[in-house]
């Protein structure tokens, strides 16, 4: 396993434990992984460059065990003004993770707080420990999600549920946000990371052209009429007829085999 350093000290750990696969971890320990500018820098370079690699095949984003992520650094935004915020603008930088050509899997231990829950909002798949606790506690400390969480939120759960968690900040745990609809996997704390390595393994052997489309699909045609989401999804089906991986596919399954698809 590979670690690669950065000239910030770490914040930002790269892992690639196996061929095709990228495990992404936050590393600010002392401050429960808050996500100070830097750090949201750092994960936008190293998101960036994934966009060049053509053998990754599925990331796995997450922190340590007593936190996924605890939100924005609220020491550090404490002493930023409106219009700093404003030449932020962050949006590039969460841009990089949800322009993600490939799937990315939230794992997910301890706190996903208000930006950090926005972060993982930002992944497809979300593993969680049992004793994860989730919200958007922005409205305690004077101010509002800004990263998603109204937005992705709602999709995700619905507007009553949404209006609850954002305008009360109230912390979650992870059984009510299973059964909400956040989570894609509830283990135990210590299965998190097993059950995110065995998803990504299992979709990193899938056909990688039709992983990307289905990525591509789901996230625009949720945002779209279903007529125009239907017709996205007809044109990428289509497309697919025209790949090597589906005439293997086919052939594996009609003599018994398995498939090695090479993503042509
Ligand atoms: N920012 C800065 N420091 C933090 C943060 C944070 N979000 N969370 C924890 N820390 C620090 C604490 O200040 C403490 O530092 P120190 O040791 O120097 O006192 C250290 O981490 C450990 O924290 P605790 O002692 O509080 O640890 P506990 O395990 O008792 O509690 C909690 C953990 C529950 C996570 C608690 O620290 C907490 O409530 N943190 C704040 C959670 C929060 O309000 N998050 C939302 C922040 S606002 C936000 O996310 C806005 C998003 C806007 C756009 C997105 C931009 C990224």
Redesign the pocket.
């Known amino acids: 396993m590979t670690v690669k350093s950065n000239p910030q000290g770490d914040i930002v750990l790269l892992e690639r434990p196996e061929p095709g696969i990228a495990i992404v971890r936050l590393n600010r320990p ?3 992984n ?2 100070n500018l830097s750090i ?1 820098q750092r994960l936008a370079e190293v998101f960036h460059a994934f966009t060049d690699d053509a053998d990754l095949r599925c990331v796995i984003l997450t922190g340590d065990d ?2 996924f992520a ?6 550090d ?1 404490s002493k930023v003004t409106a219009v700093e915020m404003y030449h932020r603008h ?1 949006e590039r930088l969460w841009g990089a993770i949800s322009g993600c050509p490939v799937p990315v899997v939230a794992a997910i231990n301890g ?1 996903a ?4 829950l ?1 972060l993982a909002m930002h992944c497809d798949i979300t593993v969680v420990g049992r004793s994860a ?1 989730l919200g958007q ?2 409205v ?2 004077g ?1 509002m ?3 998603g ?1 109204t937005q992705r939120l709602v999709r995700a759960v619905g507007k009553f549920r949404a209006m609850r968690m954002c305008l009360t900040g109230e912390i979650i745990g992870a059984e009510d946000a299973c059964e909400m609809g956040l989570i894609s996997a509830l283990v135990d704390d210590d299965d998190v990371m097993t059950e995110a390595m065995s998803i990504a393994g299992t979709i990193a052997l899938m056909p990688p052209i039709a992983v990307a489309q289905i990525k591509e699909v789901i996230l625009h045609g949720m945002d779209a009429s279903l007529e125009t989401a239907l017709a996205l999804e007809r044109k990428a089906l289509q497309l697919l007829f025209a790949t090597q991986d589906k005439a293997e596919g086919m052939e594996a399954f009609l003599l018994k085999r398995k498939p090695i698809f090479t993503g042509q």
Do not use: F
């Open positions: 002392d401050v429960r808050a996500l949201r007593k936190s605890a939100g924005a650094d609220i020491a935004m962050t706190y707080l208000g930006g950090g926005e606790k506690p922005e305690r400390v101010i999600p800004g990263a969480g």
